[in-house]
């Protein structure tokens, strides 16, 4: 009888490892782009000849090579409040009513919505977050520790990022070579170089300004990534983030983190 239980027990563990479901895993391209249109942000590129034939030639060869991918979702940055809106905006790209250039100019819809109707999606999807940088505080550091006479060794270290062959001209590179070169590793890390070096010397005993600001930065991204997630279903194996490229290098390193997910390069897509 001992020998049978054992038998039994042995025969359910196989049994059970066989029957065990395997991680699925979504596969993950994020564009990291500047903003066609008006933007806040701190550093911005000029796009004045978006709607010449040139670039919007230049934007269908990218979106074609993109839809092979066959996305089941494309995320934009737009705050989920703001879907109905987009929906309706969608709505009338997909009739050929959308023609103010004003209204058509963002990257979310030259790049989103047109990518989007080529893979005969019914919408795309708004997950950004609003959460203001602290820059009061780094102001505020400054100023009371403007006396010190000893700098921050990160504050003295030499900057690295001086390869002139990295340079980002969109007046003379095509869509496909300003984004592959705007999305290499020289320029994730070189953006995210001002959170992880810079903002670490703005430290005093207790005073941790530089860790908060850079914090409050991926607390924003999380939220992100969050609705991300949030929007998923099991029938997605190929998913399409669009954002400043400044959050999709976070954003990338949160799915790289995640087993269920798969990053895929642009080089691997896309060819200038």
């Avoid at 670039?55 to 996305?71: G, P, S, V």
Wanted: charged share 30%; glycine share 2%; net charge negative.
């Amino acid at each position: 009888m001992r020998n049978l239980i054992l038998i039994f027990c042995i025969c359910f563990c196989f049994q059970s490892q066989g029957q065990e479901k395997t991680i699925d895993t979504i596969n993950v391209v994020l564009l990291g782009t500047f903003h066609y249109g008006t933007t806040t942000d701190a550093s911005r590129t000029d796009f004045p000849d978006l709607f010449s034939d040139k670039r919007q030639i230049e934007l269908e060869e990218l979106t074609n090579q993109l839809a092979n991918l066959d996305f089941d979702k494309v995320f934009i940055e737009r705050q989920e409040k703001y879907q109905r809106k987009y929906d309706s905006l969608y709505n009338l790209y997909l009739s050929q009513k959308l023609k103010d250039t004003t209204i058509i100019r963002p990257e979310e819809i030259q790049i989103g919505f047109r990518l989007a109707k080529k893979l005969g999606l019914n919408k795309v999807f708004c997950v950004d977050v609003k959460q203001s940088l602290p820059y009061h505080k780094i102001k505020e550091f400054e100023k009371n520790f403007a006396n010190e006479e000893e700098s921050s060794f990160f504050k003295n270290s030499i900057y690295p990022f001086k390869d002139k062959s990295q340079k980002l001209d969109l007046s003379n590179q095509s869509l496909s070579e300003y984004y592959l070169k705007m999305n290499n590793d020289f320029h994730k890390k070189y953006r995210f170089y001002d959170y992880f070096h810079y903002s670490m010397s703005y430290q005093s005993e207790n005073d941790f300004t530089g860790a908060e600001f850079t914090s409050v930065w991926h607390e924003r991204n999380l939220k992100i990534y969050s609705k991300i997630l949030n929007h998923l279903s099991e029938e997605d194996k190929t998913i399409f983030v669009l954002f400043g490229s400044s959050h999709t290098d976070i954003l990338e390193q949160f799915f790289k983190l995640n087993p269920h997910f798969k990053i895929i390069k642009l080089n691997e897509i896309i060819t200038e």
